[in-house]
């Protein structure tokens, strides 16, 4: 019984023995070797088997959201407080302007909302009630860039639209902040310095107080000077061609965040 045992172990290791040296043979093989991905970095499944593959890295995080928050007032007034139920002042609605005020939302904590606020100082911040505004969201952003003379909308990381600008002068520059855009006018004199429409930008003149009858808020807004366009002559408005302003208008709606850098 023990010889018969011994034969029957043998010809089973005679009989693998033939199954590997036949697939060798016949040039058999488990896959072509990896070239990236797994194997590079020395990893394999269980069993000792290859992957065969390419390595794909995961896609970076956007810096900027694809969408915003924006409030707008519902009632003739929207109190402010510097903290949640700590009075600060009340905003009229309509502005003197006649534009309904409108806020771009910073966080939310409950019933209150942490919002930038159009008024000075610039960039400035406040909390209010949720029960005095309605919400609303806007998918692009737009950044100005003073040095380069340039304005681009984006939506995320993707810019959509780009466009040559004129800047504040030395005198009288531009604001640099994070502001949003509080009102949209269309011009019915298209002839004049503004051009066919105006932005209105929650930032205020560093240098004026008051300009032409109004507060020293800013703008982008077009001209009637092209010619200017990619220098620094304004009074710290943003100006840019009249098809340019009108795809602004149509991209930066009120409430789309406004970054101004140097």
């Known amino acids: ?43 394999a499944p269980a069993g000792g088997a290859q992957l065969v593959g390419t390595w794909v890295p995961a896609k970076p995080k956007p810096k900027h959201p694809s969408s915003f928050t924006v409030a707008d007032a519902k009632g003739p007034s929207v109190d402010l407080y510097s903290a949640p139920d700590v009075p600060l002042r009340t905003m009229q609605n309509p502005t003197w302007e006649g534009l309904a005020v409108v806020f771009l939302v910073l966080e939310r904590k409950g019933d209150w909302l942490h919002v930038r606020v159009s008024s000075r100082p610039n960039s400035m911040t406040a909390w209010i009630r949720t029960s005095q505004v309605s919400l609303r969201t806007v998918p692009n952003w737009v950044r100005i860039e003073i040095a380069a003379k340039r304005a681009t909308v984006y939506n995320a990381d993707t810019p959509l639209f780009s466009t040559v600008v004129a800047t504040g002068r030395s005198s009288a520059p531009t604001p ?17 310095p503004y051009g066919v429409a105006q932005v209105s930008v929650s930032g205020f003149s560093d240098v004026y107080q008051s300009f032409g009858g109004g507060t020293g808020q800013i703008a982008m807004h077009g001209t009637n000077n092209p010619a200017l366009l990619g220098q620094g002559v304004s009074n ?4 840019m061609a009249n098809d340019s302003i009108l795809a602004m208008v149509r991209l930066a709606p009120t409430g789309t965040p406004v970054e101004i850098v140097p």
């Open 236 to 239: 710290g408005c943003v100006r």
């Open 1 to 43: 019984m023990a010889a018969m045992r011994l034969r029957i172990v043998m010809l089973a290791v005679v009989a693998a023995g033939v199954l590997v040296g036949g697939a060798i043979g016949f040039g058999v093989r488990s896959g072509p070797s990896p070239v990236s991905g797994q194997a590079a970095l020395g990893v």
């Open 176 to 192: 640099v902040g994070s502001f949003f855009v509080d009102g949209v006018v269309l011009l019915s004199d298209t002839s004049g």
